[in-house]
């Protein structure tokens, strides 16, 4: 059985997508990550964001957010990854945090902050896609294992029915990129191509012309 | 930097220490997977539940159960993995959802139900550990991969101090368990042995118990 993807009551969330994690004088660089392995998931990410303007399905644009001085970082950030305030990761009002360039939002789209890995978590995702009456949801983005798989559990469990678009996503290691599409395949979404995603909505796009 | 591990404001969890997921003859097996890689979490886990016990850390365990009829099931059950309705997984009252036999609960611990892989998730954890100071959390069971990883990185971005327990988790596969285990480490939790554990607790168990 294969969980069929349309574009009624859909949404296209685009993860993280920010200068931080996407360009080379982000932070993540300096922090000694790969940042051309996150980038990767440009090219992708703007497919289904032209994709998702076509069908007439919403785009969602999730930003990782800290107070300037860190205050809301956590044990996240204080315990685990203190580095993160050292390069001054996605502070609040800076370049950083800037979502990039080419996916800027549009009039109409809409954009979470979150400081957590989920974009469910202590955000108005929730609310917002109730209130847009949306079951299924297609992840694009960065890092496929961190936010991207933390958003999709939470997603899931919380019963919308979830799509991620391999070629869409970025992650800095090989090996917990591979477990993250491998998991999230398992019990959490299923896992699509762009290409994919295209003809499930040019079906659904044809029909309507 | 390690992140120090300590017995005040400490709570052990143990995910799921069922039948269902231990036992030859539970769903799990029934289901094809390999239930001696789960129960392989079993004598840590053990260990850990006897070394909170002396070192008066109170110990949680969750449950998974669904409904007879699986009205609860939601995306998971309905359009990821229907096999599990077919094996009757963790049903109500049935013995595959009861806690394996090796697992003694006492009278005094709380026992959380779930029918979702976070043990947060529209449960009552939460509630009754930060209505008892609970700062940190030591996560132990099954499976690596899901219920535990998705109830540790809910703890995390919660701003509970989280430890995972190398050798009281199990996983059907070595490598998502492997991989796991190195992405909660990389932005979730702090990655202990059974031992290190005792240690910081200060508690020392005669003959293994």
Redesign the interface.
Known sequence: ?T?ELGRDKTALVVVDMQNSYCRADGRMEKLGFPWERLAAAEPGCKTMVAAAREAGVPIIYTQFVYQPDFKDG???VN????SLKDVGLCALGTWDAEIIDSLTPEPGDTVIQKN???AF?STQLESVLAAMKVKSLVFCGVTT??CV??TV??A???????FVVSDAVGEVDD??S???L??MG?????VLTTDEVLDSWKVELSNVA | MTIELQKENCALIVVDMQNGFLDAKGSMAQSGFDWEKLAAASPGVQRLVAGARKADVPVFWTQYVYEPDFRDGGVQIEEIMPGLKEVNLCVAGTWDAELHPDMKPEDTDIIIEKNRPSSFYSTRLESYLRSQGIENVVVCGVTTNICVETTVRDASQRDFRTFVVRDAVGEVDDFRGQTALKAMEYLFARVMNVNDVLDEWGVELSNAA
Do not use: H
């Not at chain 1, 315990?79 to 203190?82: D, S």
């Not at chain 1, 899931?156 to 979830?162: F, K, T």
């Not at chain 1, 398992?186 to 299923?190: L, N, V, Y």
């Open positions: 059985m969980m956590g044990f996240i315990e685990i990854m203190p957590r890995p989920s978590y294992n961190m798989e933390t559990r939470d899931c469990q919380r019963d919308y029915r979830c090996d917990r591979e477990v993250a491998m998991t398992f019990f959490f979404a299923r």
